[in-house]
């Protein structure tokens, strides 16, 4: 098994940044990819961003491509998720995942193992 614990979120007002964090332990060497997931109240969980173990390729959401970027240092297995220019709508739960895939995905349901979340509001 693999333990997720995010941290980093917060409130900040429009225009701000915050960078989220997510460490890994457990079986780290089953990750092949990481990735960022958010969940605003009543709406399904989506995709924003996904790295892979070596850093290339990386894919994001297109609603924040631009203002979003995710990386990761393997010496501390951890990935973070840098948010830019922050929108009212980016407000959700943030959440972390792993994959066991060879191939970068969006689709939630290849991800095995997930953080508990960590809440960002953006408002004035």
């Known amino acids: 098994q693999v333990q997720l614990e995010e941290s980093g979120g917060g409130s900040v007002q429009p225009g701000g940044s915050l960078r989220l964090s997510c460490v890994a332990s457990?079986?780290?060497?089953?990750?092949?990819?990481m990735g960022w997931f958010r969940q605003a109240p009543g709406k399904e969980r989506e995709f924003v961003a996904t790295?892979?173990?070596?850093?290339?390729?990386?894919y994001y959401a297109a609603s924040v491509k631009g203002r979003f970027t995710i990386s990761r240092d393997n010496v501390k297995n951890t990935v973070y998720l840098q948010m830019n220019s922050l929108k009212p709508e980016d407000t959700a739960v943030y959440y972390c995942a792993a994959s066991n895939w060879p191939i970068a995905i969006s689709a939630r349901e290849r991800y095995s193992d997930w953080g508990q979340g960590t809440q960002v509001t953006v408002s004035s």
């Open positions: 790295i892979s173990r070596t850093g290339d390729p990386t």
């Open positions: 457990g079986r780290v060497d089953s990750i092949l990819h």
